[in-house]
């Protein structure tokens, strides 16, 4: 009767070993899946949108600039380390004076970013006048949880003032956007980014004219290389290379040289095809030679992901028991599996080692 429990609690005890295993298994299947794969799904995960979607939104809005992929990412990675919003144009690119883009942060998004460092405390200007009594400069003060004292910025109006309608209407108003922003940067250590084009060095960026511009016509190019340039306009001639001569076409746009070529195309087996086989095809004079021909493809190298595969499938055949069978599991979850593109791949490893620990527990059981 002893040994009979204590069977039964072996069993017991490596069933239940067998469950907690695919509990983890799908556990890590489900958070790996949940796991934004780019740039892109995080913030379309953080903006409560579809991928595709965003994507769409943002080239043709915000990120219009962008010219390619690779720049189209950079802006993403920089929105998502911020938390940024480009859809409430908190941040966007800008054409750089050097070619590419730059992300470009409005006020709004300088606000957010300091609003959402956990170890922001406040802020506060002091206007400075000058003899005259004018404001000449606002200085920010920042104040930080784990600061003793706080950080002042100052920014002087004649220094910043730029000739733009934001500027000229609202000066102060942009001088303290300018404190604001400056000193969200020194404070928290803000990089990789730029202030809004009203606020910062940007604003006396050209931006070049992209308008297309009207070809010239063949006449007034030829007149100005002074060579001759055919007139690709007119319709219903072909010249023949060799004479020069003018050839119509008939109704069906062919000329004469093009019956020509059509019959010798419809003469049959005696014709040239372009392939070179003195038996075959004794008129032909190019193509490629009979051996070329008749080599066999080189086959194609096995990627190296389904060797890797392969030795998974035998390592969980040849297991002899359930801790064998748990180790194999984990390398495939943790080291293989994120480097196998075939799902149907993923599937039947899976598969067979789900199989063999229902193998293991029923060998158990009986």
């Not at 298994?25 to 579809?50: C, D, F, H, T, Y």
């Not at 931006?207 to 009207?214: E, G, H, N, S």
């Not at 095809?273 to 190019?286: I, Q, S, V």
């Not at 499938?313 to 599996?337: C, F, M, P």
């Amino acid at each position: 009767m002893v040994a009979t429990t204590a069977r039964q609690r072996a069993i017991a005890n490596e069933n239940r070993q067998i469950d907690e295993s695919r509990d983890r298994a799908i556990a890590a299947r489900e958070a790996e899946q949940r796991k934004p794969r780019n740039a892109l799904e995080a913030m379309a995960g953080r903006l409560n949108v579809s991928a595709g979607s965003l994507k769409n939104t943002l080239l043709s809005t915000v990120f219009k600039e962008c010219r390619n992929d690779e720049e189209f990412v950079a802006l993403c990675l920089v929105a998502n380390e911020y938390k940024l919003n480009p859809l409430l144009k908190e941040i966007y690119a800008f054409p750089a004076k050097g070619g590419g883009i730059t992300p470009m942060v409005s006020v709004d998004g300088w606000i957010r970013m300091m609003n959402e460092h956990p170890e922001f405390d406040g802020i506060e200007f002091d206007y400075h006048a000058d003899a005259n009594g004018e404001i000449e400069a606002i200085e920010s003060i920042i104040f930080r949880k784990d600061r003793a004292h706080p950080v002042k910025t100052i920014e002087y109006l004649d220094e910043c003032k730029g000739n733009t309608g934001p500027w000229n209407k609202s000066p102060l108003r942009m001088l303290r956007h300018r404190a604001l922003i400056q000193g969200a940067r020194i404070a928290f250590g803000f990089s990789g980014i730029n202030a809004d084009i009203e606020d910062s060095d940007f604003q006396n960026v050209t931006v070049l004219d992209a308008t297309p511009k009207t070809l010239p016509s063949a006449k007034s190019l030829a007149e100005e290389l002074d060579d001759g340039i055919p007139d690709f306009d007119k319709r219903g001639e072909h010249v023949d290379e060799e004479t020069g001569e003018v050839l119509d076409h008939d109704s069906r746009g062919m000329t004469e040289v093009d019956e020509d070529t059509a019959r010798q195309l419809d003469a049959g087996d005696d014709a040239n095809d372009g392939t070179f086989d003195e038996e075959e095809n004794p008129t032909a004079e190019e193509g490629p030679t009979q051996e070329q021909r008749r080599a066999e493809p080189a086959e194609e190298e096995e990627p190296a992901w389904v060797k890797v595969v392969r030795g998974t499938r035998g390592s969980i055949a040849s297991a002899k028991t359930v801790q064998a069978i748990d180790a194999i599991e984990r390398d495939w979850l943790n080291k293989v599996r994120p480097g196998v593109p075939d799902q149907a791949a993923i599937r039947e490893v899976e598969q067979q080692i789900t199989a063999k620990k229902k193998a293991f527990k029923a060998k158990a059981e009986g």
